[in-house]
């Protein structure tokens, strides 16, 4: 790019996205809203826009580990730990509610990611499965294999598996 294009902007906007990741985002707003679009340093901004939209992903990701955590250990402990369960279902449930909150948050302000709510459970009750057997002192092989429930009764708020 002409060094004449970038005169309103920092000396080098790639050495700039190295050094200092915040300074170059305002500095790419600047340029956005003085429509400076030819000194816009478009491959990083490419690359962080398709991290923005990965991270929304992630973050429905990591809400359905936890909610299926928690639901697997309502579900094991009720039948094999009823004093367990006693204890701890009332948290679960809280959290679970307030998952299912975050999820439904999440796809209002995103409906792109509602048609990928089911491959997400599928490939989300794995580590689930790992992470409530870790909490419960179990094996992975004492929770169910697959996932028991449909992906509407995991996102259904008042949904609980007892």
Known sequence: ?????RSHTLPDDSALYAQDFFAWTRAQAALLETGQLSALDIPHLMEEMLALGSSEQSQLSNRVIVLLAHLLKGLWTAEHQPLVYDYNQRGWRIT???????????????PSLRPTVPEEVLESYPNAQGEAALALGLTEEMLPPECPWTPEQVLEIDFWPV
């Open 1 to 5: 790019m002409p060094d004449h294009a």
């Open 96 to 110: 679970c509610r307030n998952q299912r909150r975050a999820i439904e948050r999440l796809l209002r302000r995103n």
